[in-house]
């Protein structure tokens, strides 16, 4: 029983731990592995009572010992929708004595940011710099900011000696907290950390029970359940008889905390235990004294952690009598002695005060609490927790003091702010006086519902407000219809949307009228989505460009979305004319008259990526996504920095498209949209597979094709394609080329747009190409491979669109790919063609790769082995400029074959050397680990794998590295 000496059970002060000899080990092995490998999660999941709050205690006192700073915090059952509670209550006193240190450490940006939701740094906090204040970004992303912000506060924290974060009952957290978790585990921060967090699983929602599975080798999960009859006799110790102690094992299921509550009701016989542990607390209870029994209860009102003054004025109790009451409250250990501060011994005893109270006794001590803090002058964010319980209908200060705190909130906690907003329109009357107020306030509560994450509950808000409006103030009528399509279509719900749509059309006199003009441009959005791009161009062919009775910024929306459908039809004069229209209207037109319309400006900046006006359309994607933060409009966010991205590989700029779809990613999550995840995700798997981090990329492309939404629609068939890119560039020839044909439905009907058929084309040749040259000793299927790459090369001179410069090089590189093998000199040539025509097309990185193409072919010529090296040192300086590290590593290897001196001297590789062998992080990882001598087995423990795993990775690392032994895998390192 580790060891341990127990004592019986009394006053329950201090009880030594019986037992839990595997959570223990388990606990020491968790900060053995942060002390060692930085990061870790912890997560203990028991019952209540089941003793989770004890072994934190227990890991905290480990954590002291091994020189870790331990921060303790706990969400609370009656605040549960208090914003980053856990956090505050974990972090706040700690920062609030470290300031200054603290903002030299995150920088004064930063703790500009962190000072909106710890009031600790407030005192300190500087102009936000680079970064806006929470208040500012009213998109919903502004959490990912902050979340950012506080993984780097942690990490701050930590420095070099360690940092335990414990967050006790998280199943009552808000979902801030939550949304912080699940960003921390897959964002870990730096430095020897270990966050352990403790739930209850009955109670908690799924995404926290997935918490330490989501943190991979990093997460730990430890199950926390009942003693064993021996442990419970230990636990009662020698004073409590056999038969007693059976008794009370039997009754309390071996619960701890039950256990104890029935061992201190040593004179209640047996057969006269309570059934329940509220029961039992009960009976405890029941022997204090009244005045204590009334400040335990108006402390229960008053907050998790209270402060007697505050307890006082619930309970009508005059100070000094409230501070004998406490004194009562800590000998019989009902509370605990925080500081200055007080809080129950468990979360249990607090539920069982607070219920002992009479209901409308509680409404009164919620009222007096609340009418102090006002007297006060706290901020309605204080406020708004005992208004909400104590606020009745037709009390308009109340309501005002819940809008009052859900806008204060919006930015960093939406989901309490949609919750204070649905407490006041509770309290508000619907009345002709009060209409137009409700029905402003139930537009703010759809959008905030949706921007936290729950967009059917705000799809529902948008439609009751839809039946709430009259039926002739069509203007209202059409906005409204309008968000609750969006909403539906980020559900993947589009034919509802669109019914929604046509519905709303058929309710007006003229469907043709200004107000009927937004409903149509949704209209045209859904048509294109499912790629029905004939169905588009007819609504907007009966679409005038402006009107005298139109909205400022419609005429911009409308000219928004006229280029993709000619585009998509071949029309490439039309769709070009309709850009630079479309451009000059946006950049004539103040913002303020962009906002609505966003969603169509969306249309004009993806149009003008894949027509190869990248320089307009990052201005674009840049401009509205300005707006959709200051206006609140993640769900075209997430989407505009998707586009972002792309247009950022397709020019070379890798870091900055990691970057953006970093946030993209974030975004989407935090939405809750399979729609804009998809989106996010498809561009990270093209810039991670393109930078060389082949693990990334597949993982990215597999949850993408796995989230299983938009089926037959455009953005999905991209996801596929960008997998099947990815299984190229990892050099699974079959698989990728079997992804690819399937992306773009073997050519026939394909759902992708005529750039990325052509960029498939060139794709597919090269894949072809590859496999004819690994078959070298099967002369048949050599030669079936190659002459498929040469239809492949074919098939891209027919798609190619001259007046489209950003893709004229991809049949002449396709072409290069097809000819490597039987005519070098040709291939040569096609692939320097290539080179310029990409090039001047701004596709950097492409021209990069016939740059390589074009250096390789020239090998296979007579003389040409000067040319060769030109070609190649060119292609190596692109790809380092790109950032693309495996192919840089892969030119320098051939550069190093024809003797010219590449790369640095080093003896050895270290972790930041990963791009110069052109290996991901973790192939990095493990293939030092094999030039040490480890084994497959001792690779994969050390590094938290399945030796599957761990093999192939090396088999990965062996084609990189071109070796066929671990030797080989030494040597290469050490070149």
């Not at 592995?33 to 999941?45: E, I, K, P, V, Y």
């Not at 040319?867 to 060119?874: K, N, P």
């Given at each position: 029983?580790?060891?341990?000496t127990a004592g019986s059970v009394v006053?329950?002060?201090?009880?030594?731990?019986?037992?839990?000899?595997?959570?223990?080990?388990?606990?020491?092995?968790?900060?053995?592995?942060?002390?060692?490998?930085?990061?870790?999660?912890?997560?203990?999941?028991?019952?209540?009572?089941?003793?989770?709050?004890r072994l934190l205690g227990e890991l905290a006192a480990m954590a002291g010992g091994d020189g870790f700073t331990p921060l303790w915090g706990r969400a609370a059952e009656y605040e549960q929708m208090l914003p980053y509670s856990a956090l505050v209550d974990a972090l706040d006193d700690h920062l609030d004595t470290r300031r200054e240190d603290v903002v030299r450490s995150v920088g004064s940006g930063q703790a500009a940011l962190l000072s909106g939701?710890?009031?600790?740094?407030?005192a300190d906090a500087a102009p936000a710099g680079d970064e806006p204040a929470l208040a500012d970004d009213r998109s919903g992303l502004a959490r990912y900011r902050l979340y950012r912000a506080v993984r780097h506060l942690v990490g701050a924290l930590a420095g070099p000696t360690g940092l335990l974060l414990v967050l006790d009952d998280v199943h009552w957290a808000d979902d801030g907290?939550?949304?912080f978790l699940d960003h921390v585990v897959r964002h870990p921060p730096a430095g020897p950390v270990l966050m352990a967090v403790s739930f209850r699983p009955a109670q908690a929602a799924p995404r926290v029970a997935r918490l330490a599975a989501a943190a991979g080798p990093r997460g730990h999960e430890v199950v926390v359940g009942p003693l064993s009859a021996a442990e419970v006799r230990q636990f009662l110790g020698p004073d409590v008889s056999r038969g007693r102690g059976m008794a009370l094992y039997e009754a309390s299921g071996g619960n701890p905390f039950y256990l104890e509550a029935l061992a201190r009701m040593g004179g209640t016989d047996v057969a006269e235990l309570p059934p329940t542990v509220l029961a039992a607390l009960q009976v405890e209870l029941g022997d204090l004294s009244p005045g204590a029994l009334l400040v335990a209860q108006a402390a229960a009102v008053t907050a998790d952690e209270?402060?007697?003054?505050?307890?006082?004025?619930?309970?009508?109790?005059?100070?000094?009598?409230?501070?004998?009451?406490?004194?009562?409250?800590?000998?019989?250990?009902?509370?605990?002695?925080?500081?200055?501060r007080f809080r129950f011994r468990h979360p249990l005893v607090r539920r069982a005060v607070y219920e002992s109270a009479a209901a409308g006794w509680r409404l009164g001590a919620h009222a007096r609490i609340a009418a102090h803090l006002a007297e006060l002058g706290a901020p309605a964010t204080v406020q708004a927790h005992h208004v909400e319980h104590s606020g009745s209908f037709g009390d308009q200060r109340a309501v005002e003091v819940l809008v009052a705190a859900a806008r204060a909130v919006t930015a960093h906690a939406p989901a309490t702010s949609a919750h204070w907003l649905q407490a006041a329109l509770r309290l508000m009357p619907d009345d002709a006086a009060t209409r137009e107020d409700r029905l402003a306030l139930m537009m703010e509560l759809s959008w905030a519902q949706g921007i936290s994450g729950r967009l059917a509950e705000g799809r529902d808000t948008a439609r009751e407000l839809l039946r709430t409006l009259p039926e002739d103030d069509h203007p209202r009528r059409g906005r409204a219809a309008r968000v609750c399509a969006l909403m539906e279509r980020q559900l993947d719900r589009p034919q509802e949307a669109r019914a929604l749509l046509l519905d709303e059309l058929s309710r007006m006199p003229n469907p043709r009228a200004a107000a009927a003009v937004p409903m149509r441009m949704r209209l045209v959005a859904e048509s294109m989505m499912r790629v029905d791009f004939r169905a588009a161009q007819a609504v907007l062919d009966l679409m005038p460009d402006n009107a005298d009775d139109w909205e400022p910024g419609l005429a911009v929306?409308?000219?928004?979305?006229?280029p993709m459908p000619a585009l998509a039809a071949r029309r490439t004069d039309d769709a070009l004319r309709y850009a630079e229209i479309a451009g000059k209207l946006l950049a004539d037109a103040p913002d303020d008259h962009l906002s609505e319309w966003l969603d169509a400006i969306a249309w004009l900046c993806w149009a003008e990526s894949y027509l190869g006006r990248y320089g307009e359309a990052l201005r674009h994607f840049d401009r509205a996504a300005a707006v959709a933060r200051s206006t609140g409009q993640t769900y075209i966010l997430t989407n505009l920095l998707a586009g972002r991205a792309k247009t950022l590989v397709a020019t070379g700029r890798l870091a900055e498209a990691r970057a953006t779809t970093e946030e993209s990613v974030e975004g989407a999550r935090l939405l809750d949209s399979g729609q804009q995840l998809v989106f996010a995700l498809t561009q990270v798997c093209l810039a991670e597979s393109w930078s060389g981090d082949d693990e990334a990329a597949l993982r990215a492309g597999d949850e993408a094709v796995r989230c299983g939404v938009g089926a037959g629609e455009t953005w999905e068939a991209n996801a596929r394609y960008a997998r099947g890119q990815a299984l190229v560039n990892a050099g699974r020839f079959a698989d990728g080329i079997e992804a690819v044909l399937d992306a773009c439905n073997r050519f026939e009907s394909p759902r992708l747009d005529p750039g990325t058929l052509l960029q498939a084309c060139e794709t597919l040749a090269y894949a072809e190409a590859a496999q004819a040259a690994d078959a070298k000793t099967d002369t048949k299927t050599e030669a079936e491979a190659a002459a498929r790459a040469a239809q492949w090369a074919e098939l891209a001179l027919r798609l190619e669109e001259p007046r489209l410069p950003a893709y004229c090089g991809f049949a002449a590189l396709a072409r290069a790919h097809a000819l490597c093998r039987r005519d070098p000199h040709a291939a040569a040539e096609a692939a320097e063609e290539a080179a310029r025509l990409l090039a001047a097309g701004e596709r950097r990185l492409d021209a990069g790769r016939a740059l390589f193409t074009a250096g390789l072919a020239r090998l296979g010529t007579p003389g040409g082995r000067s040319r060769a090296r030109e070609h190649l040192r060119a292609a190596a300086e692109v790809f380092d400029a790109c950032g693309a590290r495996a192919l840089k590593a892969r030119t320098e290897r051939e550069l190093r074959r024809?003797?010219?001196?590449?790369g640095g001297g080093a003896s050895t590789a270290t972790g930041g050397e990963a791009a110069r062998f052109g290996l991901s992080p973790r192939e990095l990882e493990v293939a030092l680990l094999v030039a040490e001598g480890l084994t497959n087995q001792q690779v994969a423990e050390r590094l938290f794998l399945s030796v599957r795993t761990v093999e192939t990775h090396l088999s990965?690392?062996?084609?990189k590295l071109e070796v066929t032994s671990r030797v080989g895998v030494a040597t290469a390192l050490k070149r």
């Amino acid at each position: 029983m580790d060891g341990r000496t127990a004592g019986s059970v009394v006053t329950g002060t201090s009880v030594p731990l019986v037992g839990r000899r595997d959570a223990l080990t388990a606990l020491r092995g968790a900060m053995a592995a942060s002390r060692r490998d930085g990061f870790q999660f912890l997560a203990l999941a028991g019952e209540p009572g089941a003793g989770k709050t004890r072994l934190l205690g227990e890991l905290a006192a480990m954590a002291g010992g091994d020189g870790f700073t331990p921060l303790w915090g706990r969400a609370a059952e009656y605040e549960q929708m208090l914003p980053y509670s856990a956090l505050v209550d974990a972090l706040d006193d700690h920062l609030d004595t470290r300031r200054e240190d603290v903002v030299r450490s995150v920088g004064s940006g930063q703790a500009a940011l962190l000072s909106g939701v710890f009031p600790g740094l407030a005192a300190d906090a500087a102009p936000a710099g680079d970064e806006p204040a929470l208040a500012d970004d009213r998109s919903g992303l502004a959490r990912y900011r902050l979340y950012r912000a506080v993984r780097h506060l942690v990490g701050a924290l930590a420095g070099p000696t360690g940092l335990l974060l414990v967050l006790d009952d998280v199943h009552w957290a808000d979902d801030g907290t939550l949304e912080f978790l699940d960003h921390v585990v897959r964002h870990p921060p730096a430095g020897p950390v270990l966050m352990a967090v403790s739930f209850r699983p009955a109670q908690a929602a799924p995404r926290v029970a997935r918490l330490a599975a989501a943190a991979g080798p990093r997460g730990h999960e430890v199950v926390v359940g009942p003693l064993s009859a021996a442990e419970v006799r230990q636990f009662l110790g020698p004073d409590v008889s056999r038969g007693r102690g059976m008794a009370l094992y039997e009754a309390s299921g071996g619960n701890p905390f039950y256990l104890e509550a029935l061992a201190r009701m040593g004179g209640t016989d047996v057969a006269e235990l309570p059934p329940t542990v509220l029961a039992a607390l009960q009976v405890e209870l029941g022997d204090l004294s009244p005045g204590a029994l009334l400040v335990a209860q108006a402390a229960a009102v008053t907050a998790d952690e209270f402060e007697p003054a505050i307890a006082a004025v619930a309970g009508e109790v005059p100070p000094a009598a409230t501070l004998a009451a406490l004194d009562e409250l800590v000998e019989r250990d009902i509370v605990r002695s925080a500081g200055g501060r007080f809080r129950f011994r468990h979360p249990l005893v607090r539920r069982a005060v607070y219920e002992s109270a009479a209901a409308g006794w509680r409404l009164g001590a919620h009222a007096r609490i609340a009418a102090h803090l006002a007297e006060l002058g706290a901020p309605a964010t204080v406020q708004a927790h005992h208004v909400e319980h104590s606020g009745s209908f037709g009390d308009q200060r109340a309501v005002e003091v819940l809008v009052a705190a859900a806008r204060a909130v919006t930015a960093h906690a939406p989901a309490t702010s949609a919750h204070w907003l649905q407490a006041a329109l509770r309290l508000m009357p619907d009345d002709a006086a009060t209409r137009e107020d409700r029905l402003a306030l139930m537009m703010e509560l759809s959008w905030a519902q949706g921007i936290s994450g729950r967009l059917a509950e705000g799809r529902d808000t948008a439609r009751e407000l839809l039946r709430t409006l009259p039926e002739d103030d069509h203007p209202r009528r059409g906005r409204a219809a309008r968000v609750c399509a969006l909403m539906e279509r980020q559900l993947d719900r589009p034919q509802e949307a669109r019914a929604l749509l046509l519905d709303e059309l058929s309710r007006m006199p003229n469907p043709r009228a200004a107000a009927a003009v937004p409903m149509r441009m949704r209209l045209v959005a859904e048509s294109m989505m499912r790629v029905d791009f004939r169905a588009a161009q007819a609504v907007l062919d009966l679409m005038p460009d402006n009107a005298d009775d139109w909205e400022p910024g419609l005429a911009v929306a409308v000219a928004a979305l006229r280029p993709m459908p000619a585009l998509a039809a071949r029309r490439t004069d039309d769709a070009l004319r309709y850009a630079e229209i479309a451009g000059k209207l946006l950049a004539d037109a103040p913002d303020d008259h962009l906002s609505e319309w966003l969603d169509a400006i969306a249309w004009l900046c993806w149009a003008e990526s894949y027509l190869g006006r990248y320089g307009e359309a990052l201005r674009h994607f840049d401009r509205a996504a300005a707006v959709a933060r200051s206006t609140g409009q993640t769900y075209i966010l997430t989407n505009l920095l998707a586009g972002r991205a792309k247009t950022l590989v397709a020019t070379g700029r890798l870091a900055e498209a990691r970057a953006t779809t970093e946030e993209s990613v974030e975004g989407a999550r935090l939405l809750d949209s399979g729609q804009q995840l998809v989106f996010a995700l498809t561009q990270v798997c093209l810039a991670e597979s393109w930078s060389g981090d082949d693990e990334a990329a597949l993982r990215a492309g597999d949850e993408a094709v796995r989230c299983g939404v938009g089926a037959g629609e455009t953005w999905e068939a991209n996801a596929r394609y960008a997998r099947g890119q990815a299984l190229v560039n990892a050099g699974r020839f079959a698989d990728g080329i079997e992804a690819v044909l399937d992306a773009c439905n073997r050519f026939e009907s394909p759902r992708l747009d005529p750039g990325t058929l052509l960029q498939a084309c060139e794709t597919l040749a090269y894949a072809e190409a590859a496999q004819a040259a690994d078959a070298k000793t099967d002369t048949k299927t050599e030669a079936e491979a190659a002459a498929r790459a040469a239809q492949w090369a074919e098939l891209a001179l027919r798609l190619e669109e001259p007046r489209l410069p950003a893709y004229c090089g991809f049949a002449a590189l396709a072409r290069a790919h097809a000819l490597c093998r039987r005519d070098p000199h040709a291939a040569a040539e096609a692939a320097e063609e290539a080179a310029r025509l990409l090039a001047a097309g701004e596709r950097r990185l492409d021209a990069g790769r016939a740059l390589f193409t074009a250096g390789l072919a020239r090998l296979g010529t007579p003389g040409g082995r000067s040319r060769a090296r030109e070609h190649l040192r060119a292609a190596a300086e692109v790809f380092d400029a790109c950032g693309a590290r495996a192919l840089k590593a892969r030119t320098e290897r051939e550069l190093r074959r024809l003797g010219v001196r590449v790369g640095g001297g080093a003896s050895t590789a270290t972790g930041g050397e990963a791009a110069r062998f052109g290996l991901s992080p973790r192939e990095l990882e493990v293939a030092l680990l094999v030039a040490e001598g480890l084994t497959n087995q001792q690779v994969a423990e050390r590094l938290f794998l399945s030796v599957r795993t761990v093999e192939t990775h090396l088999s990965r690392i062996f084609a990189k590295l071109e070796v066929t032994s671990r030797v080989g895998v030494a040597t290469a390192l050490k070149r």
